[in-house]
C-alpha cells in the first residue's frame, strides 16, 4: 500500500508540471495577444527607466510624443517624471496602492491620458512600472462613432458631433468644418431633438 502511494504521488508530480507548463504557455500567448491588441498602450518600466515592453499601441504613441514617425524606445520626460513622483510617493506610503494621472496634449485632437501604477511581478523578481496611454481623442471617437449610430446622423451631423464631443467648441467645429456658426448650432439642435427622442 505504501509502495502503491508512492507510485501514485511519483506519477503526479511527473504528470502535473508538462500539464501546468502547457497551460502557462498558452495563456502567456494568449495575454501577449490581448495586450497587442488594446487600443491603449501599454509600457512597462523598470524603475531605472529602462524599457522592458511595449505593445504596438504603445510604440505608436512614442513615436507621436517623441515627435518621430518611427519606432522609439525613448520615455518622454512627462511620462518619466510621473513614473519619478510615483517612486516618491511609493516610499513615503509603501503599503498603499497608488495610481498616478496626468494628461499630455499635443494639440486640441491629439491629449493622451497617462496612467501610472506601481507592479510587482514575482518572475521578474523586482518591481517596475506598468503604464497606460490613452489617447483621448481617439476613445472619444469611438463613442460618438456609436452614438451616431444610435442617433441615426447624417453624415454632417456625424463630423459635428465628432468635433463636439472631442471638446471643440461652436466656433472651432465652425473653423475646422468652415461652415458658420449659426449652421453648427442648427445641426446640434437637429442633434439634440434626435438624442432627446431616441432616449425616451
Known amino acids: ?23 502557462d504557455v ?45 519606432y522609439s524606445s525613448v520615455v518622454p520626460t512627462a511620462i518619466w517624471n510621473l513614473c519619478k513622483s510615483l517612486l516618491e510617493n511609493k516610499n513615503s506610503f509603501p503599503e498603499e496602492s497608488i495610481v498616478l494621472s496626468n494628461e499630455i496634449a499635443l494639440d486640441k485632437a491629439t491629449v493622451f491620458r497617462v496612467r501610472v501604477r506601481w507592479l510587482n511581478v514575482d518572475q521578474l523578481h523586482h ?20 452614438e451616431i449610430k444610435k442617433y441615426d446622423l447624417t453624415p454632417r451631423e456625424a463630423e459635428i458631433w465628432c468635433l463636439y464631443r472631442a471638446k471643440f467648441s461652436y466656433k472651432e ?20 431633438a434626435k438624442r432627446h427622442s431616441s432616449d425616451q
Open 26 to 70: 498558452q495563456a502567456a500567448s494568449f495575454l501577449q495577444e490581448v495586450i497587442e491588441s488594446l487600443q491603449d498602450g501599454i509600457l512597462i518600466l523598470t524603475k531605472t527607466g529602462e524599457l522592458i515592453h511595449a505593445n504596438t499601441s504603445a510604440r505608436h504613441i512614442l513615436a507621436q510624443l517623441n515627435k518621430n514617425d518611427s
Open 127 to 146: 518591481s517596475c512600472f506598468l503604464i497606460t496611454i490613452e489617447n483621448r481623442y481617439e476613445s472619444l471617437k469611438n463613442i460618438a462613432l456609436t
Open 1 to 23: 500500500m505504501i509502495t502503491i502511494t508512492k507510485t501514485f504521488t511519483t506519477q503526479a508530480v511527473q504528470t502535473q508540471p508538462n500539464e501546468t507548463q502547457y497551460y
Open 173 to 192: 467645429i465652425a473653423n475646422q468644418l468652415y461652415i458658420t456658426i449659426n449652421t453648427v448650432k442648427k445641426h446640434m439642435k437637429n442633434i439634440h
